[in-house]
């Protein structure tokens, strides 16, 4: 009986001793980062090396990552993007999906490679040509301030909503990658569905052509069917966005007029004129000039 119970205990010590784990902080802690450019949502995966006193980007031996060889764009296991809808990236239109970030460094310039076969990991030595989805070559830059710890992020993000850049930096050097999202059609396709189930989606619409500046006779018809329901006409502010399109499509004389009556309504409401007052009056002193 004896035996037995130490054998047990033996065998528990054992059990627990193989399950247990010690936590340790990384070398190379995994990052991410994501955002929306347009309407599509990009997010990366990477693991953060450090440059320990290391020499980074150069030509021969001597550096960590040479130049002209093929490096998985950060360490352990390899650096993942993906969109959840078609995007130019680099140049090169890319179907919605998770890709494997591979690149090329090189003095002036890099390649920089989308791969399909995830499995691959970082395991640069199984590169397949036949897995490639596109290759792209950027310009690379130096920095004025070393960058200790590799950082990818999504930058420069454009007015339009439609640009922005994935830079990669480390040491002295980074390369952006241009990212451009075209969302237009989504955009038409989802006023189109929208405003037929709900009518007030057409002062949205409207008020997206007057910011792009687009079909902006089709703005002024959804504003006026929006102005004609119910009690909307009371909606001053409303009104003014009508004198900024008809302002727009140069009718001077009907925007003078539709801001006329925006400010006279904003001035009679009892609960203030929220700045519509001034800006009635700055846009009917622009239009008269």
């Known amino acids: 009986m004896k035996r037995f119970v130490a054998f047990t205990f033996l065998l528990l010590t054992g059990l627990l001793t193989a399950e247990a784990q010690i936590n340790i902080p990384q070398p190379s802690p995994?990052?991410?980062?994501?955002?929306?450019?347009?309407?599509?949502?990009?997010?990366?995966?990477?693991?953060?090396?450090?440059?320990?006193?290391?020499?980074?980007?150069?030509?021969?031996?001597?550096?960590?990552?040479?130049?002209?060889?093929i490096w998985r764009s950060g360490a352990n296991a390899g650096t993942f993007v993906e969109f959840d809808k078609v995007i130019n990236f680099g140049g090169k239109d890319v179907a919605a999906g998770r890709y494997l970030i591979f690149t090329k460094p090189g003095a002036s310039e890099?390649?920089?490679?989308?791969?399909?076969?995830?499995?691959?990991?970082?395991n640069v030595g199984g590169y397949d040509k036949a897995n490639e989805v596109i290759s792209t070559k950027v310009k690379s830059s130096k920095l004025t301030e070393v960058v200790d710890s590799y950082t990818i992020n999504i930058t420069d993000l454009g007015t339009d909503s439609k640009s922005a850049n994935l830079q990669i930096s480390w040491e002295n050097t980074a390369v952006?990658?241009?990212?451009?999202?075209?969302?237009?059609?989504?955009?038409?396709?989802?006023?189109?569905?929208?405003?037929?189930v709900n009518p007030n989606n057409l002062l949205a619409a409207a008020n997206y052509y007057l910011a792009a500046e687009k079909n902006l006779e089709q703005a002024?018809?959804?504003?006026?069917?929006?102005?004609?329901?119910?009690?909307n006409m009371q909606q001053f502010w409303n009104i003014h966005v009508k004198a900024q399109i008809l302002a727009k499509l140069d009718r001077t004389e009907e925007a003078i007029k539709a801001a006329e009556t925006s400010l006279a309504k904003a001035r009679a409401n009892e609960q203030g004129d929220f700045g519509y007052i001034k800006r009635n009056e700055d846009l009917i002193e622009a239009l008269k000039r």
């Open 110 to 122: 890099w390649d920089v490679m989308l791969y399909s076969d995830l499995s691959l990991g970082g």
């Open 176 to 196: 952006k990658i241009p990212i451009v999202a075209s969302f237009e059609a989504e955009v038409e396709a989802s006023i189109a569905a929208n405003t037929k």
């Open 220 to 231: 002024l018809e959804w504003v006026d069917i929006y102005l004609a329901t119910g009690n």
């Open 30 to 69: 995994a990052a991410s980062v994501s955002t929306v450019v347009g309407l599509t949502k990009i997010t990366v995966e990477y693991s953060r090396p450090q440059m320990k006193g290391r020499k980074i980007f150069g030509s021969g031996s001597d550096f960590l990552v040479p130049y002209g060889q």
